[in-house]
């Protein structure tokens, strides 16, 4: 019951959290990583609230109006703040600290108290992430380093053609390296891709105050800049990579190379998804599930990481993407491995070597879960065309009579 007579409810799943685990950017790394915010309550009915991403997180507010609600009962409203200074470093506006927020949570203008009249890319981005089925860190990077500062505070609605292209060429430095300018120009797509997606659900969720999604729609990528990565790992090169990498990375590295699953689905996979010979993928980027069959040896591995584990358990211990990266750098560098591999290269890995042992493409389709059977052509054609080359190197001559064909003297 607060000073005025309301009864506040208590929100299903909120985790409370004192404010020792969210003052300092080490605390707050020891918090879980999850979608549901960690809350602080300031003061009676005003509760200040930490979301905790895979590559940093979000300030948000939450605060109890009697006249908020359905049925004039009264409810929470609740509005995001700004980025915590968990990747970068708080400049009192978009990136906030944990004594920025309080002020801003505190004060006579916060947020709560009146509905925005516009709609930020901010709070737009907020609203991708939180929903997201499936937490992908680097774009949540993405949106921290290379969106939010320039584009951040902008209106949804008042964005331009213009000021998005003029957003999109600025992510590519002026250079006559023919080949740099090409990977900078991929890498822009890959960041307008974010910034799309972003802006195509504000228009989605809140017609009212995004009425058009012309102004983006009209914005045109650069062309022909993607090329596929085609590194592999030899198996005498994925052995000694994991030798050299640390847990619990190496274990999660032998479960992509046995299973040619994503980071992404080896983080949500749970030990009840571990049967007796395969592994059930039930959220996979495609949004299809998938069952993988396994070897001998991976069902033992497997088998071992989920003993006496509760089923709705992880499989894999977590590791933060930007760790995975040094990590994976530091053991190409250590096992003398060059070029250097990345994660997503072991999965790329595991296609070849199906590829190379006589599986069609439809089979590798399924297996990595591809949505499209282009995709796997493309991923692959470097090895389907050295397969090919020695398919047609065991063609019979047509000129020279082989020793088996002469025919036996009488």
């Not at 680097?138 to 053609?161: C, M, N, Q, Y």
């Not at 996979?269 to 993988?292: E, I, M, Q």
């Not at 692959?380 to 080359?389: E, G, K, N, R």
Request: aromatic share 6%.
């Amino acid at each position: 019951m607060g000073e005025t007579g309301e009864t506040y409810p208590k929100l299903p799943g909120v985790i409370m959290a004192t404010a020792l685990r969210l003052h300092t950017r080490e605390a707050r790394k020891k918090l879980p990583v999850r979608s549901d915010p960690y809350w602080h309550e300031l003061r009676r009915g005003l509760h200040l609230g930490y979301r905790h991403g895979a590559s940093g997180g979000s300030w948000l507010l939450r605060e109890f109006n009697a006249r908020a609600g359905k049925d004039g009962q009264g409810g929470y409203v609740k509005r995001r703040l700004g980025a915590a200074d968990d990747v970068l470093s708080a400049d009192g506006m978009h990136v906030l600290s944990w004594t920025d927020a309080c002020a801003t949570a505190l004060g006579t203008d916060r947020p709560t108290i009146t509905k925005p009249a516009r709609l930020t890319v901010a709070e737009a981005a907020d609203a991708y992430f939180s929903t997201r089925t499936s937490i992908n860190s680097h774009d949540r990077l993405t949106w921290a380093r290379f969106i939010e500062p320039k584009l951040g505070s902008r209106s949804v609605a008042e964005l331009t053609t213009g000021d998005l292209e003029k957003w999109l060429s600025h992510q590519v430095p002026s250079t006559d390296d023919k080949e740099v300018l090409r990977a900078a120009r991929a890498t822009a797509n890959r960041r307008w891709t974010v910034l799309r997606a972003i802006l195509n659900s504000a228009f989605r969720k809140d017609p009212a105050r995004v009425p058009s999604a012309e102004a983006w729609r009209r914005v045109r990528s650069f062309q022909r800049v993607d090329r596929p990565r085609t590194r592999t790992l030899s198996v005498a090169e994925a052995r000694k990579l994991l030798n050299a990498l640390p847990e619990p990375l190496k274990t999660m590295a032998r479960g992509a190379l046995e299973t040619g699953l994503r980071l992404g689905e080896l983080e949500a996979l749970r030990a009840a998804d571990v049967g007796r010979d395969f592994v059930r993928v039930r959220n996979s980027k495609s949004g299809k599930p998938r069952t993988v069959p396994l070897t001998g040896e991976g069902a033992a591995f497997f088998s071992s990481l989920v003993t006496d584990k509760a089923p709705d358990a992880p499989v894999f211990d977590f590791v933060s993407r930007i760790n995975v990266s040094r990590q994976m750098r530091a053991a190409c560098v250590a096992a003398d491995i060059d070029p250097p591999a990345v994660f997503h290269d072991l999965r790329r890995s595991y296609g070849s070597l199906l590829l190379n042992s006589g599986a069609s493409s439809d089979a590798i389709q399924e297996l990595l879960g591809h949505a499209d059977l282009r995709m796997t052509r493309r991923a692959y054609a470097h090895i389907a065309d050295v397969t090919l080359h020695r398919a047609v190197k065991k063609l019979p001559s047509f000129t020279a009579e082989s020793p088996k064909s002469r025919p036996r003297s009488v």
